[in-house]
């Protein structure tokens, strides 16, 4: 069967778009497990500066939830599909440090690629700037190292 190019063109972009509504909906999941997290781990620390600094970065988390809901709703005219909310197990404030560097530099990695591959604002832009922020979490994680 040949493919007539105009069918073949709105099926890539129908694929693609379906592709970037589940990944949308994966991130607005991340994102406010995230923040759960976060908030959790500076629950466990005695430490003043550390609990600011991961409370700030569980503000971040949701806010970044939050910019994932409103790009669904943007693209599709919908509400994005609910969510499984976890709640994390933190075992040790230092375990819990070195998952989320990882994590955070995953995430930073991720939203680069996303970056590189969708190219519409406000898509990219969006991509861009949470990829920014997962990064300075990962990068800024290491302090906190010194104390645990």
């Known amino acids: 069967m040949n493919c007539i190019p105009e069918k073949c063109e709105a099926r890539r ?7 970037l509504l589940n990944k949308i909906a994966e991130y607005i ?8 997290f976060y908030y959790e ?9 550390a ?17 994932f809901k409103t790009l669904y709703r ?6 994005p599909p609910d969510i499984e909310i976890k709640q ?6 230092e375990e819990a440090v070195r998952q989320r560097i990882i994590a955070e530099s995953e995430d930073f990695k991720k939203y680069s690629i996303d970056y590189s ?3 519409n604002p406000p898509i990219c832009d969006l991509f861009y700037l949470t990829s920014i922020v997962e990064g300075q979490h990962a990068m ?6 010194e104390n645990c």
Do not use: W, Y
Request: one cysteine or more; glycine letters at 2%; charged letters at 20%.
């Open 13 to 19: 972009k129908e694929c693609s778009q379906i592709e």
């Open 29 to 36: 999941e991340d994102e406010t497990n995230d923040s759960i």
């Open 41 to 49: 781990m500076a629950k466990l620390t005695p430490i003043p500066q």
């Open 51 to 67: 609990q600011a600094l991961l409370v700030s970065f569980a503000q971040d988390e949701a806010n970044h939830a939050t910019n």
């Open 74 to 79: 943007l693209l599709t005219g919908t509400n």
């Open 88 to 93: 994390p197990r933190i075992n040790s404030i």
């Open 117 to 119: 591959n969708f190219h």
């Open 140 to 145: 800024r994680l290491t302090l906190l190292l």
